[in-house]
């Protein structure tokens, strides 16, 4: 390079930087959005480049000029938050811009050439060094988030909601809606990429996603309005061999332990049913829950099944009761009671209707007469 030429480039060197911000104020809307320390910063990252590249062109000896450090170390990493590579990209082509458009003032008399190619090698390297330090930012982006990610499932799963689960919500993008656990077997695979396979069919379906592996188990938080049984099957085939659960729906991020805590207790007592649909609802498996030691789930067929039927009468426990001892036999239950099968029919559909369980139904059957047991025992206690 010209002595003259680097010579007119040292006194310009404030002017460009000036001249790159005025053109990025006119061109660039989202500049004009930014905070005002976000502009000072990106102002600084310009005259950076501009005093980087006098200094390259100084130094011929320097095959390449170090852009990385000297030109993105001047602002801080969140800047990288702030502006987008979109955004940095065209922050970029408007400097180069501005220095283009003075090129022939900028260069000694026939030397105009050689100072256009050393700004266009200049800003390839600026182009390279943008990729690298956002390449970075979005893996030091990415860990930070597995790692909060993995935070978030297993407070969930230890049943212990920390105090900083909000605040790790947020970080994440976790939008406030219902949320639902899925619990399943993870198979073999490789986590990570089973993960990011989940969040793109739940992203499909507009659904949030978080995931994780603790031993043999996959549990899923889902997040969305809506029925979550149709995207639940969509993911249910990403899962390993066995049962895959589903529990309860819950308001919240907060107050999902109770659903992670379903899901994974009829994960644990599913092989009991061994024609179970794939998921099933956590529900559902409420008999084999109780049986496996679940309170929860005992809890709840003493207060939603046996409760209702308890309040509806004693005509009514009794003929359930009685329907149930005697093989599911209209005639029976009628003779034993001394009332008639129509009778009978009427009682067992107002069962129904209260407890969502069919006594003619063998599960359902089998989940009344579970909650009787439960409930007479609960009432033998008290």
Same mark, same amino acid.
């Given at each position: ?7 007119r480039?040292?006194?310009s060197?404030?002017?460009l930087?000036?001249?790159?911000m005025?053109?990025?104020? =006119?061109?660039?809307?989202?500049f004009?959005?930014l ?16 005093a ?9 000896e320097?095959?390449?000029p ?14 990288a938050?702030?502006?987008?590579l =979109? ?11 501005a ?5 022939d003032e900028?260069?000694?008399p ?10 266009l ?8 060094? $943008? ?15 597995a ?13 212990e ?8 919500a947020?970080?994440?993008n976790?939008s ?12 073999g695979?490789?986590?990570?990429g089973?993960?990011d396979e ?16 603790h031993g ?5 938080v889902?997040?969305g309005?809506?029925?979550?049984m149709?995207?639940a099957r969509q993911l ?7 049962p895959v659960?589903v ?11 109770e ?7 009829g994960l644990r ?15 559902d498996l ?8 679940d ?5 709840q067929?003493i207060? =939603?099944?046996?409760?209702?039927l =308890? ?8 003929t359930? $009761? ?7 036999s ?9 009332i ?5 029919r ?8 209260l407890t ?7 599960r359902g059957?089998f989940a009344l007469?579970?909650a ?10 008290t």
């Amino acid at each position: 390079m010209r002595a003259e030429t680097i010579a007119r480039l040292e006194q310009s060197m404030s002017a460009l930087g000036t001249a790159a911000m005025t053109s990025m104020d =006119q061109r660039l809307p989202w500049f004009r959005a930014l905070s005002a320390e976000n502009r000072s910063w990106l102002g600084l990252v310009a005259q950076a480049g501009v005093a980087a590249f006098v200094d390259w062109v100084k130094h011929p000896e320097r095959n390449r000029p170090a852009v990385a450090g000297e030109v993105f170390g001047t602002a801080p990493r969140e800047l990288a938050r702030a502006v987008s590579l =979109q955004q940095a990209v065209e922050m970029v082509r408007t400097i180069v811009d501005a220095v283009e458009s003075r090129v022939d003032e900028l260069a000694a008399p026939g030397g105009e050439a050689e100072l256009m190619q050393a700004v266009l090698r200049y800003t390839r390297e600026i182009a390279f060094a $943008t990729a690298q330090v956002y390449a970075r930012s979005a893996e030091a982006r990415g860990a930070w988030d597995a790692r909060l990610e993995a935070l978030v499932v297993d407070s969930l799963v230890r049943g212990e909601i920390d105090e900083s689960l909000p605040s790790w919500a947020s970080a994440l993008n976790w939008s406030p809606a219902p949320v639902t656990v899925i619990a399943g077997n993870a198979g073999g695979g490789e986590p990570e990429g089973l993960v990011d396979e989940l969040r793109l069919v739940a992203r499909r379906a507009r659904f949030d996603l978080l995931a994780g592996v603790h031993g043999h188990r996959l549990v899923v938080v889902l997040g969305g309005t809506g029925d979550p049984m149709p995207i639940a099957r969509q993911l249910a085939v990403r899962f390993g061999s066995g049962p895959v659960v589903v529990g309860q729906c819950a308001k919240d991020l907060e107050s999902a332990v109770e659903s992670a805590s379903a899901a994974l207790a009829g994960l644990r007592s599913a092989p009991a049913w061994p024609d179970a649909p794939r998921p099933v609802l956590a529900s559902d498996l409420l008999p084999e829950r109780a049986l496996d030691g679940d309170e929860g789930a005992r809890a709840q067929l003493i207060e =939603q099944v046996y409760g209702p039927l =308890q309040r509806g009468g004693a005509a009514l426990l009794d003929t359930v $009761t009685t329907y149930l001892e005697h093989g599911n036999s209209l005639e029976a239950t009628a003779r034993m009671l001394f009332i008639h099968p129509n009778t009978v029919r009427y009682r067992l559909r107002r069962a129904t209707e209260l407890t969502s369980f069919n006594p003619s139904n063998g599960r359902g059957g089998f989940a009344l007469w579970l909650a009787i047991v439960y409930g007479r025992l609960a009432n033998n206690r008290t």
